[in-house]
């Protein structure tokens, strides 16, 4: 299990634990006491999470000399 955890990129772990919050918040059995929507992301955001998720991957790393 540690390896598996030291391989994973971070983003991917970040993703996961929101997608965890996500779901935890959706299936409360008591309820929320507000819904919470999300600001939509600006473009900028938006690229610079996907630049990150890609520079996390490993097909995408440069090769280090």
Do not use: H
């Not at 999300?38 to 998720?53: G, H, K, M, Q, T």
């Amino acid at each position: 299990m540690p390896d598996v955890f030291w391989d994973t990129p971070i983003p991917q772990i970040e993703l996961a634990l929101d997608g965890r919050v996500d779901f935890l918040k959706k299936t409360n059995p008591w309820g929320a006491a507000k819904e919470e929507t999300p600001a939509a992301a600006s473009e900028e955001e938006a690229a610079d999470r996907l630049i990150a998720i890609l520079r996390s991957s490993p097909r995408y790393r440069k090769p280090t000399a």
